[in-house]
């Protein structure tokens, strides 16, 4: 402290939306994630990836931390968001994650 440097806030975890992600390489996951856990994947800017934005704006701050995310929802599913996953699924499939 005497050079007058303060110590950075780690880049490895953040608190968004009351949920918190640890960056794993180049992934930022939900620490509430479970390998078990039933999941959707959606291609990141994919036609589901907007319509789930246009419809829960609360997501934005989530989807913002990058190209690859996993969130938990409401119901208990996780939402992988990345380059491989599905570019456009049912609606229904969308709102069965906040049942």
């Known amino acids: 402290m005497k050079t007058g440097t303060r110590a950075e806030p780690s880049t490895k975890e953040k ?4 949920r918190r992600f640890r960056k794993l390489s180049e992934a930022w996951v939900d ?3 479970k390998s078990s856990m ?6 990141v800017l994919g036609a ?3 319509r ?4 829960h704006e609360e997501l934005t701050a989530i989807f913002a931390l990058g190209t690859r995310i996993t ?3 409401p119901s208990g599913t996780a939402l992988i968001i990345d380059d491989k996953g599905q570019d ?7 709102d069965r994650l906040f049942k």
């Open 88 to 94: 456009d699924v049912a609606d229904t499939v969308l």
């Open 31 to 33: 620490q509430t994630y």
């Open 71 to 73: 969130w938990v929802s």
């Open 15 to 18: 608190t968004l939306s009351g």
């Open 52 to 55: 789930l934005l246009e419809k």
């Open 38 to 43: 039933t999941s959707v994947r959606l291609r």
């Open 48 to 50: 589901a990836y907007f």
